[in-house]
């Protein structure tokens, strides 16, 4: 068997043709070399040995001895399958007595969906926004037929199924001492309009120390929504300047304080910079300070009061004059441009965009909220709309699992899977220990 050695750009192999670093490998890749193929993928040895005719040499005319070998690894792909369990129940009689074997509870009673295939569609459709559609063209590849409002009524039950875990994870997410919101809209189907309506999803995100996103839907944007949820929290509450939220802070019976968003207040003034350069690139040249000092807090690992020192000593200046300024030039500006609006929410928000500064449990800005709707965001390209009110419950109770699995590096199929297949027998006394945060240490 004859080999060819080439490397570099000679055989179009270059640095640039590489494959790109594996996931969870040690060490990144070298200049020009392959790192190494993740260890925990199953392996499959396959041996390529010369003919017997070639095992001579002749030119001695001695047989060749082995002495080694030469490995190299390379990706495969299995698709997948979908199979049918048969579940066979043995009965035994007597003369008085008959008696049948149980079967393992299933996720939805007499449904032809176990456990695996519920996890697969929803997770195709709420972390990989592939919609229903597109599954049962997959599904036909196949040779099975499954139609969308089959795959919609599954993640309905499922939704349902899982209620008393949302509940719990919606309780733990609020007893953080600081809760992040915001909500993006959503087109939802409504047989009574000739045209989509809109509704809205609300994420609600836990502080470091409860690492979990519960997300809310309602039909509208009105108050009424985020006040029944938040009605028995008590804490920080970041979040933009909506109006709706005002009497949440305005009412001391409701205990809560809020917290405002940077980046909310920097959008403004980066609007406004085209048609004000000379002002609010001055004020954007001072908010960007005062990221930097959360760059170098991050960078240093700060938290808790030494963070809050950082920031009393090196944003702390700086907010002061930026306060100053804007003063200022509130009045050189027209109150209805772009410039006005920004200066007058920015100094109307001020207490709230400062408090930040004196608790080190506090963010700048509100962006790991807004990282939250992403998948709302992308999923809106994909399935378009919510087929009804009830579908948007259901997808919020089933990404906020899909969202908190990612938060704390579980894949949300193998919590699915394992989850649905257990939760209709599992005792309510340990529910929690199904929360992804309580899986992911108990299952290590």
């Known amino acids: 068997m004859s080999r060819t050695c080439r490397k570099g750009n000679e055989s179009g192999t270059g640095p640039d043709d590489t494959d790109p670093p594996a996931q969870g490998s040690a060490e990144p890749a070298s200049r020009g070399r392959r790192s190494p193929l993740p260890a925990h993928l199953k392996r499959e040895r396959i041996v390529h040995d ?23 690894e390379r990706y495969e792909y299995i698709p997948a399958q979908l199979i049918v369990i048969e579940d066979v129940c043995r009965k035994y009689a007597c003369a008085c007595t008959v008696k049948t074997a149980g079967k393992p509870s299933q996720p939805i009673e007499k449904s032809t969906a176990g456990a695996g295939l519920l996890t697969q569609v929803i997770v195709s459709k709420f972390a990989d926004h592939l919609p229903l ?64 309506r809109k509704g809205r999803i609300w994420p609600y ?31 920080h509450l970041q979040a ?33 910079l085209e048609n004000d350069p000379a002002r609010m690139g001055g004020v954007l040249a001072m908010i960007a300070h005062l990221y930097g000092v959360e760059k170098v807090a991050r960078q240093g690992g700060l938290r808790g009061e ?13 907010l002061t004059q930026l306060h100053a300024y804007l003063l200022v030039i509130r009045e050189q500006v027209l109150p209805k441009s772009a410039s006005g609006q920004a200066i007058a929410y920015t100094l109307k928000n001020w207490k709230a965009l400062t408090r930040y500064c004196g608790n080190g449990d506090l963010a700048i800005d509100n962006n790991g909220t807004e990282r939250s709707l992403r998948c709302f965001a992308v999923g809106r390209g994909n399935w378009t709309f919510f087929g009804s009110d009830t579908g948007g419950r259901t997808a919020a109770v089933l ?8 938060l704390v590096n579980v894949d949300p199929f193998v919590w699915f899977r394992d989850v649905l297949g257990r939760i209709a027998d599992h005792p309510m006394s340990r529910i929690d220990d199904l929360l992804p945060h309580r899986w992911a240490l108990i299952s290590r």
């Open 50 to 72: 010369l003919a017997e005719a070639e095992k001579h040499c002749t030119a001695c005319s001695q047989d060749l001895r082995p002495f080694g070998e030469e490995t190299s």
């Open 306 to 318: 030494e963070l809050r020192l950082a920031r009393e000593h090196g944003a702390r200046p700086m």
């Open 399 to 406: 990404r906020s699992f899909v969202t908190s699995c990612e």
């Open 205 to 235: 995100v836990g502080d470091r120390d409860h690492p979990a996103v519960i997300y809310d839907y309602t039909p509208t944007r009105e108050r009424a929504g985020p006040e029944e949820f938040l009605k028995d929290y008590r804490g």
């Open 133 to 196: 559609h597109r599954q049962a063209k997959i599904f036909r590849r196949f040779g099975v037929e499954l139609s969308d409002q089959t795959m919609c009524g599954w993640m309905r039950q499922c939704a349902e199924l899982l209620k008393p875990l949302y509940k719990n994870l919606k309780d733990f997410v609020l007893a953080s001492k600081v809760v992040g919101t915001d909500d993006t809209p959503v087109k939802v189907l409504d047989r009574k309009l000739p045209q989509t």
């Open 240 to 272: 933009d300047a909506y109006v709706a939220y005002d009497s949440f802070f305005t009412d001391p019976e409701r205990g809560l304080v809020e917290v405002g968003c940077w980046a909310h207040a920097r959008r403004h003034f980066h609007n406004a």
